[in-house]
């Protein structure tokens, strides 16, 4: 049942799908998208990133408060489209929600342990705030989700623009339509003042594929 999208292909096990649909099983969905920004100007980025952790840390563990953040965070990066640089995007589909939970934290472990990925919460009290550190001039926002249904918009390659325009919109629309069943977010670097350079990024997200 996986799929894997980090080269330009995809898979499904459309057969296994069908069959237990017929049986009745609820289809979950664990996603995980790698979206890489660079310019001084993606920098506001870090404060609507910032500002969401703070929130969901704050809300503990409540869905809809994170379903909230991810809504944000996507219109946002809608918004800085011209800053995009490269993607990927990968995920799998069970028909056990144990299994699906395992894997949603086999992501978590893996996107924690990137290169400066994690939450900031501590001294940022505003968005502007960010202009009064170092800045740098790349960005990687990782996203994980796990919903129920089927949503092709993001069981595709999105290495195009207008796929992955259509997948961010697919992503907030999980939130408003209540099927969302997990939410991660990442991104790199997530202390501020610290720099993620080329050589970096080359090394710890190799998957990333040019847009």
Known sequence: MTYLVIDGGSRMGSLGDRFNQMTGKT????????????????????????????HAIDADGDIQTFGEGLAEICQSLLQYDVYWQSVSNEGDVFW????AGDFVEEL????????????E?????????????PITQNLIVMLTVAYEGDVPALETD????????????????????????????????????DELTSDQLMLHFPELIPL
Request: proline content about 3%; charged content about 20%.
């Open 96 to 99: 056990d929600e144990g299994e």
């Open 121 to 133: 919460v501590e001294g940022l009290e505003s968005p502007d705030d960010v202009f009064s550190v």
């Open 158 to 193: 999105l290495s195009n623009i207008s796929a992955l325009k259509t997948a961010l919109k697919a992503l907030t629309n999980l939130h408003y339509q209540d099927r969302l069943r997990a939410v991660q977010i990442h991104f790199s670097p997530a202390q501020l003042g």
């Open 27 to 54: 289809r979950f969905v664990v996603f995980r998208l790698f979206l890489h920004l660079a310019g001084k100007e993606v920098a506001p980025l870090l404060g609507v990133l910032n500002s969401s952790a703070r």
């Open 108 to 119: 978590f472990t893996d996107s924690a342990q990137r290169y400066h990925s994690g939450i």
